[in-house]
């Protein structure tokens, strides 16, 4: 049972010393409450208070890490039930399920296309996480040998059967693959297995009580990397289910529920199996199964997790610089943005769709776009001549044109005389960037000339 | 110990409003929406019921579209020049549930159409379909300032809403509004102070809460949808706590922010990364909708019929786990 801020508080030093980062032993109380802080960061609570404690300071949800290596996949660490009240850690994992019964050239295909499946955005390269063999004709620990082999990616194995999850197991557990699933029918195999070859192991109860029971049971034999199915199917009982076992976990901190979960995407056709994968990514799984493999598909899938579980307080950056678009040189435009990666990425881009060669100067407004930043004062006449000469652009180009944002077109002006630079007003917003160049930007540089 | 489900206790709901007028209101629609009304964060039925379905508004543009992508000029192309057989085949052939409809035509930097050619459309699209609309202008102030009081004349006690009120410019919408019996949209930038704020300004000018639809803005999946999906969530939470300025049901746009994204329309032969192009835009749309759902939206704004459908069949699907 969750400790409210004031059972903790009772066992805290009651001296405000401060030293845990935070000024008063009552709002460490609440911050240790919520799960925010953890009690080592307290130099001086006691061994008893601490023992007292222990239980409340845990992280409400377990961190679970199936594989090894680079593609070890961590999921689960959760501390909230809404991003913006902190941020959602450890991105879920995509697992892309492949049936044993594919034939083996088919099989090794997709498995290939899996792991070698990537996108970039905002200036980073994002991929798959997991194989998921599901066991449809008995024929796991074969293929199993087979996908150790093909699959850079951590597997999954799918099948209710301890006799096929052994041969399996045999065959590749060193590459700690995660099991699926313990049953009431199979727990008592299937936790063996999972102690015996130390991988971690999916529970899956009929309905949220056996669950309950059954987790408790696991905990109980000495297992602690489990994930969680409640066996819902449907996008009405997944998504409740998913929020009452994530909030008995933060909430009530809820043992049994202290793990990160697994759903499983459904639907008909490819539309479909996007929207259930996007509730998934929103509400709440660490693991998120689909038999999905299409590029438009995945993109979207994959652009889901990375926004939902973008840290709200820190937005994604870029540094602050000079970079290039194209091929540019000393007669190409310089274009000037912020630093909000999304901002500088659309530009980029837009610059690109309109083939351009060109300069874009990134000024550091903390990651906000051009309007916040303009508003908070950290995009101004001053900030952005700085960083012209400091970037090294003046050393790269011979005329000193500016284009200016059009949304920022008042600092205009004050950029001139700031910067010594000539200053166009570019388009207000970055799409606009293509048809500029194409149709107004030479007329408008004619008169610097 | 055994497991109990941990039900939050909110202490309000949601405010329950109704768009469009029939003949026993005072209007002509032949069909009217109610949404809001829900008792717990979206689609928990366990915690409480939700007892209007959200619904999705089709968007018509009062003239042709120039740079709609093939995948979504298709379905459109033969009623395009005609914003009443547009509004007609919306719901007609795919189902809208009402209309949005925006007179982009008004733009000084376009058309720069009077008034009483918006007038004039409004009323077209009135006598051509029986749903309720919502009609918002063209998003220059002192122009949309200009319109608004005869596009709202136009349609005077057919209960529309008319869009959309910011902190900067809401006294003339309002007062529209108000003189006309129609509802307002409450717009703001992704900021949910300045969302409270104009509920408080256009309340304090006599607007009752419950002709107010919220729209915190929107991006498309990727172009930051994170940002409007967690404003939605915290208005959400906020309405259930008894925050009665931001407790009126809430309109996402989905279908221009979706389709302004490159992935929803450069070709595959541009972005190979992307894959097939043919469904991607439809995928883009039907992704962003998903997001704004789960989050707490009530009424979405889209564009392409086949997302329309898949989001539809979504709502089903979360509806059917409450018990009647």
Known sequence: MALTA????????KTNCGECGVPTCLAFAMKLAQGQASLDQCPHVTEEAAAALAGSSAPPMKTVTIGTGDHALEIGGQTVLFRHEETFY???GVAIQVNTSLPEGEMTERIKTACEMEFDRVGMTFGLDLIALYDDDGRLPE???????????PLMLMSDDPQAMRGALEVCAEGRPLICAATADNFEEMTSLAKEFECPLVIRGEGMEQLYELSEKAIEAGIE????DSSAREPSAVLQDQTIIRRAAIKEKAEPFGFPTI???GGDDEVDKVISGCELIAKYPGIVVTDLITRDALLALVTARLNIYTDPQKPIQVESGAYEVGEPDASSPVLITTNFSLTYYTVEADASAGNLDAWIVVVDTEGTSVLTAWAAEDFTAETIAKTIKECGIEEKVEKKIAVLPGGVAVLSGDLEQESGWNVVVGPRESAGIPTFFKTEYEQRIADFN | MPFTVPKERWTAEVQTTTIGATEADGGTRTSTVTIGGDQSLPFLHFEGRTPYRPVIALEVLDEAPTQWPDALAEHYRDVWDDPAAWAQKAVDEFGADLICLRLVSADPQGTDASADDCAATITSVLEAVGVPL???GCGDDDKDNAIMPFCSQAAAGERVVLGAATEDNYKTICASALADGHLIINQSPLDINIQKQVSILVTDMGMSTDNIILYQTTGGLGYGVEYAYSIIERTRLAALGGDKML?????????SEAWRVKEAWQSEEEAPEWGPLEKRGIIWEAATATFFLH????????WHPEAVNHVRQHIDELLAGQQT
């Open chain 1, 143 to 153: 293929v199993a040998a087979v996908a150790a082999e093909e699959s850079s990616l």
């Open chain 1, 225 to 228: 990397d489990l994930v969680l």
């Open chain 1, 263 to 265: 759903g499983f995407v």
């Open chain 1, 90 to 92: 450890h991105p879920c």
């Open chain 2, 134 to 136: 919502i009609i918002w």
């Open chain 2, 295 to 302: 989050a707490g939206s009530h009424l979405l704004v889209m």
């Open chain 2, 247 to 255: 407790q009126m049901p809430m309109l996402s746009i989905v279908g």
């Open chain 1, 6 to 13: 004031m059972d903790i508080y009772k066992n805290l030093p």
